[in-house]
């Protein structure tokens, strides 16, 4: 999928939403396009895709029919979008997959499998005590696993900055200097900006 | 019919499943009875963990995602209460969020310490089965007061293809 695709399908979901037809919160992303198409061409099919609660555009990007991901929106699950069958899981709790994409990139390494596990926080879940925990394990075990920090400076509505007072990016080459002897983990970073807000589309029911 | 025999036998059961790994802290090292329940199984079988519980309840959902069968132990209760997050709103919910296509399975055990002859005080002894039965949908909560409730418990938890979390107490192992 390209840019447009993406695009154009979270603006299909956004007017879809304010129809009243979905009847849960959606979260949608825009601005960070680009980089994800980037990241995703790196992933492979058997790879594994741990995701937050604005899943859409990884899951489209891991190979899941377009089809498939605008159904299980359409049934009130964006928040949680889970696709067993292309390793594609998320969750709606902060913080909620780095232990467990963990977990499944040891099981992947003791059985010498090729898989690789990628792991998206975004900025507030990446601050969290369980992602550092995460990260800190990956290297020492040099496990096959990719972090990928998605900052867009805020959680919900609260600016990350203005209640850590540190700056994500900081964490981030602190997190890069604890990741440099080893072979296999990788820590990526993006910043972006949305034009959604957290839940919904600003127009239509608050989440 | 002793408790702790009979817990022996029970471990010994989800040890002899090829797929078994036994995590947390304790296992390969001294330091605990649970120790002693593990001390005779092939190394590969046992993973220390640092002392993170959510993150061992977390990496065990990822390792039973890979098609482990991980038994997650936790030696003393109140130390489990770190791990909810996990456990109640990943692993108890995950069926469910996969709409019935994803179902890891994890053997948890929690052991209440013990009183007695020495009293570890409040924070070591705690017995919080009703909360977690109160809290989980599709997790099996089973609490083993007397001993022959115990082999079974396990059989069942090795046979079902939910998630168990099993409370033994830490005075039964006398």
Known sequence: MNQNDLIEFENEIANIYEKGIIRAPIHLRSGNESQLIDIFKNIKKEDYVYSTWASHLHSLLKGVPINVVKDAILEGRSITLNFPEHNVYSSAIVGGTPSIAVGTAYALKRQRKSGRVYCFLGDMGFHTGIAYESIKYSVGHDLPITFVVEDNGKSVGTPTFNTWHIDTYYIYELMCKMAHGSKDVRIEYYKYESKYPHAGTGTFVEF | MKYIDEVQKGMDLLGSHPKSIFIGQ???????ALTHQVKNFHPEKLLELPVAEEFQAGFAIGLALEGYLPVSLYPRMNFIILAV????NHLDKWEAMSVGKSKPKVIMKAVVGSAHPLDPGHQHKAN?????????TNIDVVELIYPHQVFDAYQRALDTDKSTLIIEHGDMYK
């Open chain 2, 85 to 88: 997050n996990q456990i109640i």
């Open chain 2, 128 to 136: 919080y089965t009703e909360a977690f039965k109160s809290m989980s």
């Open chain 2, 26 to 32: 304790a296992v390969e090292y001294k330091g605990t």
